[in-house]
Structures are given as structure tokens and as C-alpha cells.
């Protein structure tokens, strides 16, 4: 069975440092997308970055471009986020997610469009991390 499971938050100092991992037991990520997410109190949980596991193309939020890097390590099934320059708008809960098959229309259309339910089928999601960030 699927797990992705997160970890590596924490709380950090505005422009500090975190990097996030998940794990991905029993996932065949061979051409899968995969990406972060983050959840403020009382709003949805939204995609932030993405990455084909492949061919490792990534896509980014313009609220995260250029401060965090999803990158994927296959030998060992795991996916990181190295988030640098912390502000206190990043302090979210962070989750991981991994499409279930092959997305044609590609991994910037999955991460934009994907949104949390309980009954998706489609995809896995990890249990979340705390990220919070002090100023």
C-alpha cells in the first residue's frame, strides 16, 4: 500500500532554512507527477511545486519561484523541498502529493488543478508538516 509521509518542518526564523522530505513506500513514481503543498488556517490546500519524476521538469508558484527547489532522488523514492528565504506568509501545514498514474496533460495542469478530498482516488497524499516561520 502507498504511503507518503513528510518530514523535516519546523520553526525557523524569517529567512532561515527548512528542508522538507517525503517518503514514498511502494509508489511506482516512474513517469508520475508529484508535488508540495501548503495549507493556511481555513483556506484550501494548494500546490506549490511540482516535478516529473522522469524526466524531472519542474513548475513552480510565483509565491515560492525562485526561493524553493522540489527536487526527486528515485534511487531512494523520496522528494524533497529546499525552502530558503522563510517568511512568515510560508507558515503553513506542507503536504506531499503523488499522482496515482501517468497525467497527460501534463504535471503544471496536475499541481495547479489538483485540490484535497478525502474520496480522491486518484492520488496519495501525505499526513502534512508543520512549517512556521517567526519574524
Known amino acids: 500500500q502507498v504511503q507518503l509521509v513528510e518530514s523535516g518542518g519546523g520553526s525557523v526564523e524569517t529567512g532561515g532554512s527548512l528542508r522538507l522530505s517525503c517518503s514514498a513506500s511502494?509508489?511506482?513514481?516512474?513517469?508520475?507527477?508529484m508535488g508540495w503543498f501548503r495549507q493556511f488556517p481555513g483556506q484550501e490546500r494548494v500546490g506549490i511545486a511540482a516535478?516529473?519524476?522522469?524526466?524531472?521538469?519542474?513548475w513552480y508558484a510565483d509565491a515560492v519561484k525562485d526561493r524553493f527547489t522540489i527536487s526527486r532522488d528515485n534511487g531512494r523514492n523520496l522528494l524533497y523541498l529546499e525552502m530558503n528565504g522563510l517568511k512568515p506568509e510560508d507558515t503553513a501545514v506542507y503536504y506531499c502529493?503523488?499522482?496515482?498514474?501517468?497525467?497527460?496533460?501534463?504535471?503544471?495542469?496536475?499541481?495547479?488543478?489538483?485540490?484535497?478530498?478525502?474520496?480522491?482516488?486518484?492520488?496519495?497524499w501525505g499526513q502534512g508538516t508543520q512549517v512556521t516561520v517567526s519574524s
Open positions: 502529493a503523488a499522482a496515482r498514474t501517468y497525467w497527460a496533460p501534463g504535471c503544471g495542469h496536475w499541481y495547479t488543478r489538483l485540490r484535497f478530498s478525502p474520496s480522491d482516488r486518484d492520488n496519495y
Open positions: 511502494e509508489y511506482n513514481y516512474r513517469g508520475r507527477c
Open positions: 516535478i516529473f519524476t522522469t524526466g524531472k521538469e519542474t
